[in-house]
Structures are given as structure tokens and as C-alpha cells.
């Protein structure tokens, strides 16, 4: 199972983007980068998700180099409602015989105004 | 367009009694997950479910602790003669699959077991 590595926090102010980068050196062919996002007392609520290079949606962008051994995710202009903690997992939901992710302690992300 | 669900929202019992922990999926999703989170902690991975069946029951901390799933949907956790070192979040999550790679999975917000 790839094992990440994320920092354990950051600050950041209002409006300003926000790179929080994870490491996954052991990174399997099949296996697909996913960040998640979670607040407290709520799950997890998935963010982005990526193979390779670069993927954009509404919300965050994921920078993915070309040896996927690490993938950056992107918050442009943050806001105070993006403080959470924010997971970076690796895997693959279609391996054969069960998908087992393995959630590191995430990044806390604390946005100030 | 429910998301996954889960009861009860909280759950406070005593140290030595059974507890059972509901899990609805998301409709149509054949992949169950449950994790256990401490506080400030990250997820521990319990179980995984495809349709019926676990493939992957490792996380399962004793043999205190089990999970079934029924009609390929809602799934029971069920821990038996509680312990203190029992509370946490409990988080079920869904996905398409396994046939999909890919696929993200989808949280409920968990009941939070507090054993006295």
C-alpha cells in the first residue's frame, strides 16, 4: 500500500493560494491520487482526484509530475471556510481483491482573515 | 439524492454493552467501507465490503468488533462487550465499483461512540 506524507499543518490568510504537497514514493502503476476534505464532525467529502499532470475543477487544482511520486493540491484565494483538514490518499478502487485505503493524519489547514 | 447515511448520530452507552452502527449506502454503490477516527486523528480503516461479501476485514481491531452487509446495501458494525478505548467517530463510506478504478468514495458524517 503507498504510504503518504503530507505536513501536519499550515496557516494561510484570506485570499491568498494555498499548495499543500504529499509524497507518495511508492506509488503503484494503477493507482489514482485523491484529496479529501473534512471538516469537524462531518466525513470526509472528496475534493479532487488525479493520474497524471494537471486536473482543475471548481474547486482546487492537482499538479501530478511526471514520476507521481508526488502530487500538489492547489486552493486558489482561500477563504476562512477552507480551514479543515485536508487528506491526500493513493490507491486504486478497481484493485482485485478489495481496495484498502489508508488515511494519513491529513494536513490542518488554518485560514486567518 | 441521499448521500450515504448513518445512525445513530451519537451514541453514548457503558463500558461492557453491544452496540450496532447503521450504514445506508448510496444507492447503486456496491463498494462499503468503515473507519474508525479518534479524535484529531487521521482514519483507521476497519472494513471493506464488495456486495455481500468483506474481502478485506484486516482493519477489525478484535474480535469484538464485526460487520455485515445485507442485500448488497445497508451494513450493521457491531461491537460487542464495549470498551473505553471503543470511542471514537465511526465513518462509513461508499463507492462504485470494483470493476471502476478510480472511483472516489463517499462519506457519511459518522456516529460518535462515547463509552463510559
Known amino acids: 500500500l503507498a504510504k503518504t506524507t503530507q505536513p501536519i499543518s499550515m496557516d494561510s490568510y484570506e485570499g491568498q493560494e494555498v499548495n499543500i504537497t504529499c509524497s507518495h514514493n511508492?506509488?503503484?502503476?494503477?493507482?489514482?491520487i485523491t484529496w479529501y476534505q473534512q471538516f469537524p464532525s462531518q466525513g470526509p467529502r472528496f475534493i479532487i482526484q488525479?493520474?497524471?499532470t494537471k486536473v482543475t475543477n471548481e474547486v482546487a487544482s492537482l499538479f501530478i509530475p511526471a514520476d507521481r511520486k508526488s502530487s500538489t493540491l492547489s486552493l486558489p484565494r482561500v477563504s476562512l471556510s477552507d480551514t479543515a483538514v485536508y487528506y491526500c490518499?493513493?490507491?486504486?478502487?478497481?484493485?482485485?481483491?478489495?481496495?484498502?485505503?489508508?488515511f494519513g493524519a491529513g494536513t490542518r489547514l488554518f485560514v486567518k482573515a | 439524492g441521499a448521500g450515504v447515511s448513518q445512525s445513530p448520530s451519537n451514541k453514548v452507552t457503558e463500558k461492557g454493552k453491544d452496540v450496532e452502527l447503521r450504514c445506508d449506502p448510496i444507492?447503486?454503490?456496491?463498494?462499503l467501507y468503515w473507519y474508525r477516527q479518534s479524535l484529531g486523528q487521521g482514519l483507521e480503516f476497519l472494513i471493506y465490503?464488495?456486495?455481500?461479501?468483506?474481502?478485506?476485514k484486516s482493519g477489525l481491531p478484535s474480535d469484538r468488533f464485526s460487520a455485515e452487509r445485507t442485500g448488497g446495501s445497508v451494513s450493521t458494525l457491531t461491537i460487542q462487550r464495549t470498551q473505553q478505548e471503543d470511542s471514537a467517530v465511526y465513518l462509513c463510506?461508499?463507492?462504485?465499483?470494483?470493476?471502476?478504478?478510480?472511483?472516489?468514495?463517499?462519506f457519511g458524517d459518522g456516529t460518535r461512540l462515547s463509552i463510559l
Open positions: 463510506a461508499s463507492s462504485l465499483g470494483p470493476d471502476r478504478h478510480n472511483q472516489p468514495q463517499h
Open positions: 511508492n506509488i503503484a502503476t494503477n493507482d489514482y
Open positions: 488525479g493520474y497524471k
Open positions: 490518499l493513493v490507491g486504486d478502487s478497481g484493485r482485485a481483491g478489495g481496495f484498502k485505503t489508508i
Open positions: 444507492s447503486g454503490h456496491t463498494a
Open positions: 465490503f464488495q456486495g455481500n461479501s468483506a474481502p478485506d
